[in-house]
Nanobody
Framework: QVQLVESGGGLVQAGGSLRLSCAAS????????MGWFRQAPGKEREFVAA????????AYGDSVKGRFTISRDNTKNTIYLQMNSLKPEDTAVYYC?????????????????WGQGTQVTVSS
């Protein structure tokens, strides 16, 4: 079955950096657009970033533009999220997701597979 496994979350001070990874298995990885979402307590799930199957196109949520970078390694069936200049408001559970949409979907219902999430906590 399809599995998306996130890793790399943790506790970091404001201004610091983290790199999240998401390893995929059980699917033809190069067919999928991949994305990152996040959900903070009491808030709706929020789009963070997406990357097309080739890695040639990316999209970002307004709140993370210029600070976060999404990338993928199709030889390892893995995507990454480099997070720099972290802020306390970035605190959330971060989820990896896979979509068959060719475009860069920013709506969670366009994604068909989801990971379990990894906690990111940014202290002030």
């Amino acid at each position: 079955q399809v599995q998306l496994v996130e890793s790399g979350g943790g506790l970091v001070q404001a201004g610091g950096s983290l790199r999240l990874s998401c390893a995929a298995s059980g699917l033809t990885f190069v067919r999928y657009t991949m994305g990152w979402f996040r959900q903070a307590p009491g808030k709706e799930r929020e789009f963070v970033a997406a990357i097309r199957s080739s890695g040639g196109s990316t999209a970002y949520g307004d709140s993370v533009k210029g600070r976060f970078t999404i990338s993928r390694d199709n030889t390892k069936n893995t995507i990454y999220l480099q997070m720099n200049s972290l802020k306390p408001e970035d605190t959330a559970v971060y989820y990896c997701a896979a979509s068959l949409r060719v475009a860069l979907p920013i709506v969670d219902k366009e994604y068909v597979h989801w990971g379990q999430g990894t906690q990111v906590t940014v202290s002030s």
